[in-house]
């Protein structure tokens, strides 16, 4: 058994697939029309076979204040890793984007949060170790 596709919960489509694909640098795999959302679906261009995130619509009345409540106690919805969490913050701090905390030590890992401005906080890491 392995993780084929995991979703984020994301509150516009259209600016989720830009951020995702034009700010953190994944690749779009499917877009798919599907009455008034999409079928949208993002790969690591280094693992197009890889795993897939899916950009799902919030739209389920328990989806907001499930993102609300994670992201007003500061907890990160998911986690993507990365070569260099130092490297990876100052590329993403020049793009502008927002992170709530900036990488910090955690032992065997290095993390960083940041806003994806789709109403999640996503963690990006590293292992140290």
């Given at each position: 058994?392995?993780?084929?596709?995991?979703?984020?919960?994301?509150?516009?489509?259209?600016?989720?697939?830009?951020?995702?694909?034009e700010v953190?640098?994944?690749?779009?795999?499917?877009?798919?029309?599907?009455?008034?959302?999409?079928?949208?679906?993002?790969?690591?261009?280094?693992?197009?076979?890889?795993?897939?995130?899916?950009?799902?619509?919030?739209?389920?009345?328990?989806?907001?204040?499930?993102?609300?409540?994670?992201?007003?106690?500061?907890?990160?919805?998911?986690?993507?890793a990365v070569?260099?969490?130092?490297?990876?913050?100052?590329?993403?701090?020049?793009?502008?984007?927002?992170?709530?905390?900036?990488?910090?030590?955690?032992?065997?890992?290095?993390?960083?949060?940041?806003?994806?401005?789709?109403?999640?906080?996503i963690q990006?890491?590293?292992?140290?170790?």
């Open positions: 058994m392995r993780i084929n596709m995991t979703s984020v919960l994301v509150d516009d489509q259209d600016k989720a697939l830009k951020f995702y694909t953190l640098g994944f690749t779009t795999k499917h877009d798919i029309p599907m009455g008034e959302h999409r079928w949208i679906t993002v790969v690591s261009p280094d693992e197009p076979d890889g795993t897939e995130l899916v950009l799902e619509p919030d739209g389920h009345p328990a989806a907001k204040p499930f993102k609300q409540a994670l992201t007003d106690d500061g907890i990160p919805f998911t986690s993507f070569g260099d969490v130092h490297a990876e913050f100052k590329r993403l701090s020049t793009l502008g984007v927002r992170f709530t905390m900036e990488p910090t030590d955690m032992g065997p890992v290095t993390v960083a949060v940041l806003d994806d401005t789709c109403g999640n906080l990006i890491a590293h292992q140290t170790g």
